[in-house]
């Protein structure tokens, strides 16, 4: 199984990693908090002290269009809080 990490670059993010040295990432559904621990261990080389995952929910959409109406969902999707040890930060700049 391939686990997709893709960290969350936004303002409360930021905030969140400034005050609590805690980093966001949008996961794959089907990992758990081992396989993201090691992942982030991995990739960033920072020893990962917790991690906490949210299950967000799909949204309802819908559009008007020549046709009618349309209504969709968007996917759910996971997030993954990972806090890191004091003293360790994760620069998400350094592999463009």
């Not at 949210?54 to 008007?64: I, L, M, P």
Request: hydrophobic share 35%; glycine share 6%; charged share 30%.
């Amino acid at each position: 199984m391939e686990i997709s990490i893709t960290p969350i670059v936004t303002e409360k993010a930021t905030q969140l990693t400034e005050k609590l040295n805690r980093y966001s990432f949008r996961v794959s559904p089907e990992a758990n908090k081992y396989q993201i621990k090691d992942l982030v261990e991995k990739l960033y080389g920072v020893k990962v002290v917790n991690v906490n995952t949210a299950v967000v929910r799909g949204k309802n959409r819908s559009r008007w269009t020549k046709s009618g109406l349309l209504r969709g969902k968007t996917n759910k999707w996971k997030k993954a809080f990972i806090t890191v040890a004091e003293g360790e930060t994760i620069d998400f700049y350094s592999n463009i």
